[in-house]
């Protein structure tokens, strides 16, 4: 399972669904800026219109003034109207005018006739919005807007600069005959003024202007509310959006946490199935992933229990015919058989054994792991047993040279001894099986922080690349390159597997390398310790004293 | 007269070889393929001794029937097992309906008579009584060579006859450290290194159940166990 783990390489980084939602929930930001270029195209409407209703405002005055030809000659030759009692032009054009505009007339000469109305509107002329929802939202929104929004402004300067008078370009296209428009900053750059200018023709001659300005205020205004109604509605809709998104990728996510814990779960650090995965009832695509992960886990939990009886049956199916050879041949030598065919029963019987120990072996892996399922764990010296073991190793293999290297301290684990001890047997099995003739195998037990490595090393072949990481799967073997042949043993390839169980019963791993001085390889065992005991443990030699 | 020995087995070639091999030790032998069969004939006489298959044709489990039925008829008529089932399960199973012993298919022949021959000898001691006694003392332990049964601070302790070998083997030499391969050879018994493992668990649970302070095997790690004098 280690393996398996270890050999898929995980993001590091998590991007989750929720993240991923909020992404996908900036998408609405399209709202407001869409909603921004129609304000943008409300405005030019606004701003065109009123071009157009200043034009007409202009028309109406010169067409007025062109019926009176005579007020403009007359005011021509005046230097200067008296300024107490309004003269008939300025009558005139007071009764055209719009509010919040100015009309001014003059003649060819530039020189200003009439000059009516004021530009400045009311400053209090934005009521606040109706409704205490729309209050809130306004007073919450405020800031943004100021920030956002440029505010008409009414204390701009608002005197008749003398360029314009003398040189405004609308003036002088009016002079020459054509009605135009344009806008202008005022002096002070605080506002925008509108003028249209419109000439006024006395027969087939133009003798003079009239010019309509209003400021562009009332436009901005009417925008600016736009705007706010709809920085209000996006900003309302956008998290309404985003909330219920944010909602429904959590709930998503909760769903989908839940349907991988209990993934992660339905296996074991074994790798076995185990039983209890609740298939979700809902409709939809998550609900249909996790039955068919209970529909999965049950087939792959039905053929894990296949395997592990195939094993079993295997061996039993083959037992039979074997023992029927052997207690054939058990009889067979009861009778009397020409001295020249007791050879043959003697290699009958040979292989017959060979046989008997590949089906021990092809059942040792499930049996293991059945007794792993009810061993009992119990807190041991690791050093005892590995010292045990290497001096029983030395007795029964006297071909080979064992050196052992062991910490001074006790180094206690929690498991249990008799399969540590059977784990160890399947090292220096392994390391006979590859080991140089007269070289030692090295046997080293070591405390690395929180864990102890329980190494054992020979000098033979190196390990193949291909090979580093399923040398501990079960039935994968070497056995073609080993030079050992001190047994005349089957091999299948188990001995490394077994290894890799106990170690996982232990909460540890096995691991294999090619040694780093090169001339051999190093299996090892690492285990973790057990926590540090209140009170120091009594060895067991002390407690069959006691 | 000549001891009757009944084997119930399924598989003919296997049943027909024990049968010689017995026979030709001068026992009196009936072979059954099957259980009811067997039971038909248990219940008119019984044999002096069974050997029992777990599987028997058809009966996944018939051998365990076979011998809960045997044992309802006998107490101490001798049942050995001998299957090609290895599993512990199946064992503690058959141990626990009554068997004498537990043996696996490769057995060889010369095991399985010293078993039978141990078990009738037992049974000529318990149906003889004021029989000379062969009783073996080590400290709390009280071995019976000739009934084949412990007693451990003067409370019984149920061994199969496996398990008394081993015993035996190991209090022979108090102290010794007895290899696994020693302990089978005194149990005529050939199995792998684990099999000798459960032997010794079971046997320790056994006198646990009677003494829970009771630890006098030792384990010595790559080597064996031992009987610790106390």
């Known amino acids: ?73 007359r005011r021509a030759g005046e230097t200067s109207a008296s300024p107490s009692e309004p003269s008939e032009i300025e009558q005139i054009v ?171 779960r339905a296996i074991d650090a074994q790798g076995r199935v185990m039983h209890g995965f609740q298939a979700a009832r809902d409709r939809d695509e998550i609900g249909d992933l996790s039955r068919s992960f209970a529909a999965m886990l049950e087939r792959l939990a039905d053929y894990t229990a296949y395997l592990e009886r195939m094993a079993d049956r295997l061996s039993h199916e083959l037992r039979t015919p074997v023992a029927v050879v052997s207690s054939s041949l058990e009889n067979l030598k009861s009778e009397t058989v020409p001295e020249g065919a007791r050879v043959y029963i003697t290699r009958a019987e040979e292989g017959v054994r060979r046989l008997n120990i590949i089906l021990t072996r ?35 293999f006297p071909a080979f040279r064992f050196e052992l290297r062991l910490p001074e301290r006790r180094i206690e684990i929690e498991g249990s001894p008799d399969l540590i001890a059977q784990a160890l047997d399947k090292l220096v099995e392994n390391a006979m099986d590859f080991s140089e003739p007269d070289r030692p195998i090295d046997v080293s037990l070591t405390v690395e922080g929180n864990e102890a490595r329980l190494a054992v090393s020979n000098e033979g072949p190196e390990l193949p690349e291909a090979m580093q990481g399923r040398l501990f799967e079960s039935m994968v073997s070497m056995r073609g390159e080993a030079r050992g042949s001190h047994r005349n043993t089957p091999h299948l390839g188990l ?50 004293n006691a | 007269m000549s001891r009757r020995i009944a084997i119930v087995e399924d598989d003919p070639a296997i049943r027909e070889n024990v049968a010689d091999a017995l026979r030709r030790q001068g026992y009196e032998v009936q072979t059954y393929p099957d259980r009811p069969q067997a039971l038909a004939a248990f219940k008119t006489r019984l044999p002096d001794l069974a050997i029992v298959d777990i599987g028997l044709g058809a009966e996944v489990d018939g051998g365990f029937t076979l011998v809960r039925e045997l044992r309802a008829l006998s107490e101490t008529l001798p049942i050995i097992f001998l299957t090609a089932r290895d599993s512990d399960f199946d064992l503690v199973a058959g141990l626990r309906l009554g068997a004498d012993d537990y043996l696996t298919k490769d057995v ?25 006694e062969d009783i073996v003392v080590r400290g709390h332990l009280e071995l019976d060579l000739k009934r084949m049964t412990a007693r451990w ?31 089978m050879s005194e149990a005529n018994l050939v199995v792998d290194d684990s099999t000798v493992t459960s032997h010794i668990k079971r046997i320790r649970k056994k006198f646990l159940a009677v003494d829970p302070d009771f630890d006098a095997i030792d384990t010595v790690y790559g080597m064996g166990y031992r009987w610790m004098a106390s």
């Open chain 1, 94 to 264: 007071k009764s055209l005018q719009r509010s919040n505009s100015r009309i001014w007339v003059i003649d060819r000469q530039h020189r200003l006739l009439a000059l009516e109305g004021g530009l400045r509107r009311d400053e209090n002329e934005e009521a606040p919005p109706q409704g205490w929802w729309a209050r809130v939202l306004h007073t919450l929104l405020r800031p943004l807007y100021t920030l956002l929004l440029e505010r008409p402004r009414e204390d701009f300067d608002d005197t008749l600069p003398e360029e314009v008078l003398s040189g405004g370009k609308e003036v002088y296209s009016a002079l020459a005959g054509v009605p135009t428009s344009r806008w202008r900053q005022t002096a002070d750059r605080r506002a925008v003024i509108l003028a249209a200018a419109h000439p006024i023709w006395v027969g087939d001659e133009v003798v003079g202007a009239v010019v309509v300005e209003e400021t562009t205020n009332a436009v901005l205004s009417l925008r600016n509310r736009a705007f706010e109604q709809l920085i209000a509605t996006t900003l309302a809709a956008f998290l309404l959006g985003a909330g219920t998104l944010f909602v429904f990728a959590n709930h998503l996510s909760r769903r989908l946490q839940r349907l991988r814990d209990e993934t992660e």
């Open chain 1, 362 to 396: 092809i059942t040792e892996a499930t049996r293991l792991e059945q007794m792993l399922r009810h061993a009992e764990r119990e807190r041991f010296d690791l050093g005892r047993v590995v010292s045990g073991c290497v001096a029983g190793y030395a007795g029964a």
């Open chain 1, 1 to 73: 399972m280690d393996g398996i783990l270890t050999g898929m390489r995980w993001p590091r980084f998590k991007f989750s669904i929720r993240a991923k939602l909020l992404l996908v929930s900036l998408v609405l930001l399209a709202i407001p800026l869409l909603g921004y270029s129609f304000v943008r195209e409300m405005e030019n409407v606004l701003r065109a219109g009123q071009e157009q209703v200043l034009l007409a405002t202009a028309r109406a005055v010169a067409t007025t003034l062109h019926d009176r030809p005579a007020l403009l000659e």
């Open chain 2, 153 to 183: 601070r003067d409370k019984p302790v149920e061994l199969t006859l496996t398990e008394f070998w081993m015993v035996n083997a190991l209090v022979k030499y108090p102290g010794h450290v007895k290899s696994r391969d020693q302990l």
């Open chain 1, 495 to 544: 001995g490394l597997f077994i290894v890799r169980l106990i170690a996982e019963f232990h909460h540890g791993r096995a691991l294999a390398r090619n040694r780093p001085d090169g001339k051999g390889v190093v299996v090892q065992m690492v285990l973790p310790l057990a926590a540090p005991e209140p009170r120091p443990a009594r060895s067991e030699s002390e407690l069959r």
């Open chain 2, 108 to 132: 060889s022949m010369p095991h399985l008579l010293a078993r039978i021959a141990a078990l009738f000898r037992r049974v000529d001691v318990l149906s003889t009584p004021g029989h000379a």
